[in-house]
């Protein structure tokens, strides 16, 4: 009986080999997995997980993780031999066997911290707290149009020269 072989001969990109660069294109991510580019968006298609970012111009733009989650995709489907429900299925499993995000809980101080540092700290929050809560002396948005109040420009020509003198001017 003969032997099975791999599909591939050549040796999987690990992520060691993946170059430092924050964007990739598609040609440069279809390189590194030594796939054709259209099976890169038959993936997307296919794989939540990998959403390349699109630049303005509509271009794929893949960072380093979606190159990751590329080569994850490709191993599952091409050396272990999964198909896309059950690589789909893989990754479902790995997200429910992650560890739980811990929970914050606060639980009173711990005995390291300084009462008197909480005091001060709490009475600078109430006086943040009064000072923001202040109405403004003045208003902080300004009308478009000036008020209504006679300029120099409106005057008379007469009540124009009638304007008190300079103390310079009284000297002469």
């Known amino acids: ?25 598609i ?43 590329a080569l994850r995709i490709k191993s599952l489907l ?8 059950g690589a789909r299925q893989v990754f479902k499993s790995e997200l429910k066997h992650r560890e739980p995000q811990l929970a914050l809980t606060i639980e009173g101080p711990s005995p390291s911290v300084d ?16 000072l923001l809560s202040k109405s403004p002396s003045r208003p902080t948005v300004h009308p478009i149009r000036a008020s209504r109040t006679p300029s120099i420009s409106r005057r008379t020509p007469q009540k124009l020269f009638d304007l008190p003198l300079l103390p310079e001017d009284n000297k002469s």
């Open 1 to 25: 009986m003969a032997q099975h072989q791999p599909i591939r001969k050549t040796t999987p990109t690990s992520g060691s080999d993946i170059p430092d660069k924050l964007y990739f294109r």
């Open 27 to 69: 040609g440069e991510v279809a390189k590194l997995c030594d796939v054709p580019a259209y099976v890169l968006r038959f993936w997307e298609s296919e794989f939540p997980q990998l959403k390349p970012h699109k630049g303005g111009t509509g271009q794929r733009l893949y960072r380093r993780r979606d190159v990751e989650m």
């Open 78 to 85: 091409y050396n272990e031999g999964y198909t896309i429900p």
């Open 115 to 130: 009462s008197r540092q909480l005091q001060k700290l709490h009475k600078d929050l109430r006086d943040l707290h009064s």
